[in-house]
């Protein structure tokens, strides 16, 4: 679990409701059964309208990332480049095959596989860059899904609220419920606010920092790829992958050497 996307849940519903009863509200004066119809159901179905069937299937996946903590650990990806450029500088390109298998990182064993068949320096970064390519586009997908959704809650939230104040202006036969009803009325317009603000634009951010991540270690394996193919030093190498490191992670690092 994600401690921050769950702190960040809690603090940022607990706020709107705890504030609301420091007022005196009680929270069954927020449940509207007709108000989360028109807006949930509204902004989930024009968010489906926005986007093809394939794309709309990958939300469970996005949302997992949400809630999902996984750490990515730079220095043990950065320390595996080093020690295999080394290995390959003392007994060949060819020595690395053998220890593929014991590599997680897919896209590092994709490419430490195209170098020991030869391939072309060019053609490697290329592969390696359109791969690169094709994982940004994909994470893009679950970014512009929940960021369509923040812009839809907060519409059809004014919607809920229009439709609630015709159904309440169609009726003032009983002055004395008007005022209850028109306040139920504006109970749409604050799930459509207070959603887009809580869940749909936070989750759009943390898939998109996430995902910089990983491109950041994509990006760190492509240079180090590259870097062994080209037989350079591996101190060299560690200093150039030392660059993408983030810059909490680097100061680590330079806390150690010292």
């Known amino acids: 679990m994600d401690l921050a996307t769950l702190i960040g849940l809690l603090l940022g519903l607990g706020g709107l409701l705890g504030g609301f009863m420091l007022e005196e509200g009680t929270p069954g004066m927020l449940v509207q059964l007709s108000a989360s119809v028109i807006v949930f159901g509204g902004t989930f179905g024009a968010a489906m309208l926005s986007f093809t069937m394939e794309e709309i299937k990958t939300v469970p996946y996005f949302l997992k990332v949400v809630f999902t903590e996984e750490k990515i650990d730079y220095l043990t990806i950065l320390d595996l480049l080093v020690g295999t450029a080394d290995k390959a500088r003392r007994e060949g390109l060819l020595s690395l095959e053998s220890q593929l298998g014991e590599i997680d990182n897919v896209f590092l064993s994709r490419g430490l596989q195209l170098v020991i068949d030869g391939t072309d320096p060019e053609l490697t970064r290329n592969m390696l860059e ?95 790829v590259l870097s062994i193919q080209a037989g350079e030093n591996p101190r060299v190498i560690r200093e150039k992958l030392m660059t993408f490191l983030p810059p909490d992670t680097r100061q680590t690092v330079s806390e150690q050497e010292t």
């Open 130 to 224: 359109m791969e690169l390519e094709a994982h940004e586009k994909q994470q893009k997908v679950g970014e512009e899904i929940f960021m369509a959704m923040g812009g839809l809650g907060p519409t059809m939230g004014i919607i809920g609220t229009v439709m609630g104040l015709v159904q309440v202006l169609s009726n003032l036969s009983d002055p004395s419920k008007l005022s209850g009803a028109i306040a139920a009325a504006f109970i749409a317009t604050l799930y459509g606010v207070s959603s887009a603000n809580v869940l749909w634009i936070p989750f759009a951010t943390k898939i998109k920092v996430k995902a910089q991540k990983h491109v950041l270690l994509m990006e760190l394996i492509l240079e180090g």
